[in-house]
């Protein structure tokens, strides 16, 4: 059959299309960016890929009129403050265009919505199924609550509060409950629903078989990590105040920070569990959704992260963009020195940032990464996905990807730290030497101003990391 897959690039996304392509399925990929979308060699044979905007109806022509079913995994959750009206206009668009082909059934990945008091962004996920509900097809509405698996929002989160802070003082919505599933029981669900009859028309709750509150599921991930950890719960904590508790805690982004905080008031339980009947799905609990988890984890086998979404950073352009480095009116600071290994040299540039840091004056970039905290910035704290993998598009500490080649030995970086102006920094292979180039265009005269601030830092820091990135093959 043949399947259209929105979100391809997306944690969900990523995920699903390999098993897609296994269970037989012709898959159509649809992506916003191009240069953002990597599948495996080994499935790209198989697939066709499309470039799409939900919010351009004309892109949307780009659709097969051939498909037979399709998945709706997008949101635009913390990437704009008009979220709500982005979903519903892209689910509008969306429906418009697919009734004009042959499709036989949608299935819409959603979140838990059984309570009448519905959070904005829980009550954004409900207006998205009314409005995919009117198309001419049938239609599955498949509702999660708090995910669990490597690089998911959601776990990262847990980790970042269990593995950082021995005692917690926490807002009082820690005693809300949920019904935690595991990705890869999402994935079952997902892939087990689409064309089977017995889903069509209907909605269905998916969840494991524990329902926890958040302080419990804390204490079991500390537990399970053999750290000792004590969690006091205070009344006054606003939604505010609590949304800047968890962003300045934790790896999210500050608007991503207010919509769990104001989904996290609301119980997210299943109403009931007729799905696992229907397609014979057996839930893991929660406490095996955090091994396997693990296992992801320290086997480098992390598949999808939420942190490479540009909703992590607010990042809402093409990649190509920013790819071309502008000359004029630019700031720039190049070095170069030869390199001892060619491959030695490029397995660093490669191995850079998240736990292997920037070889050279650590404590400066975690300076500069919490200070960017304090401005409303993505910080350091979102690593990066791989130890030694990097894709276009990744989030890599407060850079994105733009370029990556690791055959031609170049690397190109966009800085999504707050700042008066633009940033790029650039590891280029050229005949034996290694060229490392930061360029920043200046915003203004502040812009000037922040260059100047922070030069007397780069002769230490700039030269002190290519000379490692140069040298022998330690780190």
């Known amino acids: ?195 089977n009859s017995k889903t069509f028309d209907r909605d269905f709750d998916i969840g494991g078989p524990d329902i926890l509150s958040y302080k419990e599921m804390l204490l079991e991930f500390s537990r399970i990590r053999k750290l000792n950890r004590k969690i006091l719960i205070v009344p006054v904590m606003t939604p505010r105040l609590s949304s800047y508790w968890l962003y300045f805690v934790t790896s999210t982004s500050y608007r991503l920070a207010v919509a769990l905080v104001n989904s996290m008031k609301i119980e997210v339980i299943c109403r009931n569990t007729d799905l696992n009947e229907i397609l014979e799905v057996t839930p893991l609990s929660y406490k095996e959704s955090l091994s396997k988890a693990f296992a992801k984890i320290k086997n480098n086998e992390i598949i999808s992260s939420w942190k490479d979404a540009y909703a992590s950073s607010g990042f809402s352009s093409h990649i190509s963009d920013f790819i071309e480095i502008p000359t004029y009116g630019c700031f720039k600071d190049q070095r170069k020195m030869p390199f001892k290994n060619k491959e030695d040299c490029i397995e660093k540039i490669w191995s850079i940032g998240g736990q292997t840091g920037w070889y050279y004056g650590d404590w400066l970039w975690k300076t500069r990464g919490f200070i960017d905290r304090l401005v409303g910035g993505v910080g350091l704290r979102r690593g990066r996905t791989s130890l030694h993998t990097i894709d276009v598009g990744d989030a890599l500490d407060f850079w994105r990807v733009l370029y990556a080649n690791k055959s031609e030995g170049r690397l190109l970086l966009f800085a999504e730290m707050k700042l008066p102006g633009e940033a790029w920094l650039e590891f280029k292979i050229e005949s034996e030497e290694l060229i490392q180039t930061a360029t920043y265009r200046p915003l203004g005269l502040i812009g000037r101003l922040y260059w100047y601030l922070v030069l007397p830092f780069h002769g230490a820091i700039f030269n002190g990391m290519l000379k490692k990135l140069t040298s022998s093959n330690e780190y």
């Open 1 to 195: 059959m043949k399947i259209l897959l929105t979100g391809a690039t997306g944690y969900i996304g990523k995920r699903l299309l390999p098993l897609l392509i296994e269970e037989g399925h012709e898959v159509v990929c649809c992506v916003r960016d191009l240069d953002r979308f990597h599948p495996p060699s080994s499935i790209r044979p198989k697939i066709s890929i499309i470039q799409i905007d939900l919010l351009d109806k004309d892109s949307l022509d780009a659709i097969p009129k051939d498909i037979d079913g399709a998945y709706y995994l997008v949101h635009s959750m913390s990437a704009s403050s008009d979220y709500q009206v982005l979903e519903q206009e892209s689910a509008i668009n969306f429906r418009s265009a697919i009734n004009k082909t042959q499709l036989q059934h949608l299935v819409y990945l959603s979140g838990i919505v059984n309570n009448t008091e519905l959070s904005k962004h829980l009550a954004s996920r409900k207006t998205v199924e009314l409005e995919l509900k009117k198309g001419t097809y049938n239609f599955t509405t498949l509702r999660a609550g708090i995910i669990i698996g490597s690089g998911s929002a959601s776990f990262e989160i847990i980790r970042d509060l269990v593995e950082k802070l021995p005692v917690m003082v926490t807002p009082k919505w820690l005693n809300t409950r949920c019904q935690p599933i595991g990705i890869s029981d999402v994935i079952a669900f997902l892939s087990k629903s689409i064309f």
